[in-house]
Structure formats: structure tokens, C-alpha cells
């Protein structure tokens, strides 16, 4: 029987100072509720900014020891799948997003979900993208907040962590210490009012250990292809990081030389934003599954 991590067991940080919320072995499926990124505190249009706690922002369900895992393995996390609520929130307003300067009001638009599709407002909608924002492992040092990304993971805001993608994380602590939340119902690449539709959500994911691997950052693999997410100060930091990931991955399992991959992926790969309005800005860099499959790359870990 799967087993449920009801949403009551939330952090703000990612951290092994925490008591795991479930004990799961490897392999073990699990379905995880998640508040939205508000803690469900915006209830209207209507709610006064003054009204929220902005220390209660980011919340992840979790963290999820999962047996067997051990610094220097990687956590493979499949999401299996997604399922919203039926009212999402977005916000923006002073010192918020990319026009946080500019912005003097303080505006918030509740979003409903009806067929398939996020309603904008009477004249608008769009398809439905449910994807991750925050997930993660317990970083290797200290507190890391769960509105920070970094290379545990955390609030990388990847438009490719989707319903049936599959995560790998280095692990740094016994259990991996795994946790997720921040839902959104459709979001941009970038994110660049600092919200996507954020809502409450149920996600069934299975947690695996692989060893024998070593991992220094995320990665994301889906149908398409996959990518090394990296996040750093600058964005033109963490593109260049995931790109050199890429590079190194490619090379250390093919038979082409640095020189050769980098070619390649200037031709056949794509550096793409994920998020640039958190502490650390994310990018990654992706490869389509034809090259890999050319090169003779039969499983990503």
C-alpha cells in the first residue's frame, strides 16, 4: 500500500538537522501533500500584503529518509504523477520579480483550473504545465531555506520537473533527507513576477538509491532528453556551470573528446533559463535523447 506524507509535516529549510517525517526503502513509492507556496494563506483577491506572514513562504513537505541512501550515492526520484487542486495564486508587486522596482501595488490573481486549462481572467487561458518548484535533499552543510536552490535542489523553479520526469540528486547525509513542495499549476521559464500559479497539490513520486555513481548537482531527465540544473549568483555563472557538467558527463562516457562534446552541444543542446528572481538564479543545459542514444548512452545514472 503507497504510503501518504500529509502536508502538516512541512519545513522551511532543507537541513539534517531535521527528524525524517516517514522511513521509506528504496524503491518505495510514496504520494506527498503539499500546501501551495503561501501556506494556503491567500484565501481572495483581496488579502492585505500586511497579512501575510512572509516567514511562512516556501514551505516543502518532508524530509523523507530513505533507507539504504549514504553520502556519495544519488536519489533517483520519479514523479509519477500530479494532481491540483482546483484554485491556484499568483502575486507580484514593490521588490518583487523582475519588475519589482517599477511595480507600486501590491496585486494578487486567483487562478482557476477548469478543463485542462489555467483561467487567467475572462479573455485568457492557458494549458495546464503542473510542475515542481521546490525539491531537494538535505544540503551537505547547514540550513539552506526552501526559497533558495543550490546543489541539493530546492527551489531550482524547472519547467521540466513534470509528471513523468525523473530527478537524481548527490546525496549528503544518511537517508538523503528528500522533501518537495511548491506547486505550480503553469509556469513560465524565468518565473518573472516571482510567482507561477501557485496551488496546493498531491504528488506520488518513488525514491530509489543508486550507488556506485557520483552526482555534484541536480539533474532532470524526461522523454525528450535531460539536463544538469545549476544555480549560482549570476545567471551567466550557472549557465556556464551546467554547460561544463554536460560537457564533462558526455565526455567521461563516450568516446569523443572535450573539445568534440562542446561542439556538439553548441550545435545539438540548449542552455535554458529555469528561474532568475531567487536568491541564487538556475539554468541548465539539455540534450535531446538522439544524442544520446547516438553516443550509446543507455541510462542517464
Known amino acids: 500500500m503507497t504510503k ?4 502538516e509535516n512541512y519545513i522551511y529549510a532543507m537541513s539534517a538537522k531535521h527528524e525524517p517525517a516517514m522511513r521509506v526503502k528504496s524503491g518505495s513509492e510514496i504520494v506527498v501533500e503539499t500546501y501551495d507556496c503561501f501556506l494556503n494563506q491567500i484565501d481572495s483577491e483581496k488579502t492585505a500584503y500586511n497579512s501575510i506572514d512572509w516567514n511562512q513562504i516556501n514551505p516543502a513537505t518532508g524530509p523523507v529518509y ?10 533517483k526520484v520519479e514523479i509519477k504523477k500530479i494532481e491540483l487542486e482546483k484554485e491556484g495564486t499568483m502575486v507580484t508587486g514593490p521588490e518583487l520579480g523582475v519588475l519589482g522596482s517599477e511595480l507600486t501595488d501590491f496585486s494578487i490573481r486567483k487562478i482557476h483550473v477548469e478543463n485542462s486549462h489555467a483561467v487567467f481572467n475572462g479573455k485568457i487561458n492557458f494549458p495546464l504545465r503542473p510542475m515542481i518548484g521546490v525539491i531537494g535533499v538535505a544540503p551537505k552543510e547547514g540550513e539552506v531555506n526552501c ?14 520537473i513534470t509528471e513523468g ?27 518573472v513576477c516571482v510567482s507561477g500559479v501557485e496551488i496546493p497539490a498531491k504528488i506520488t513520486v518513488a525514491l530509489t538509491v543508486i550507488t556506485g555513481e557520483a552526482l555534484s548537482t541536480p539533474v532532470v531527465e524526461n522523454q525528450e532528453g535531460f539536463a544538469f540544473i545549476v544555480s549560482k549568483p549570476t545567471l551567466d555563472e550557472a549557465a556556464e556551470e551546467a ?20 561542439m556538439l552541444l553548441s550545435a545539438a543542446g540548449d542552455v535554458q533559463v529555469s528561474q532568475i528572481v531567487d536568491p541564487l538564479k538556475t539554468a541548465r543545459m539539455f540534450v535531446p535523447k538522439m544524442i544520446i542514444n547516438q553516443l550509446g548512452i543507455t541510462k542517464i545514472f
Open 4 to 7: 501518504l506524507l500529509s502536508r
Open 66 to 75: 530513505v533507507e539504504g541512501a549514504a553520502p556519495g550515492d544519488i536519489i
Open 147 to 160: 526559497g533558495t536552490p543550490g546543489e541539493h535542489g530546492g527551489n531550482m523553479d524547472t519547467t521540466l
Open 165 to 191: 520526469a525523473t530527478l537524481y540528486f548527490p546525496v549528503f547525509h544518511e537517508g538523503a533527507l528528500f522533501s518537495l513542495g511548491d506547486v505550480h499549476a503553469a509556469m513560465g521559464d524565468g518565473e
Open 243 to 262: 554547460v561544463k557538467e554536460m560537457v564533462h558527463y558526455l565526455a567521461e562516457r563516450s568516446d569523443l573528446s572535450v573539445s568534440e562534446v562542446t
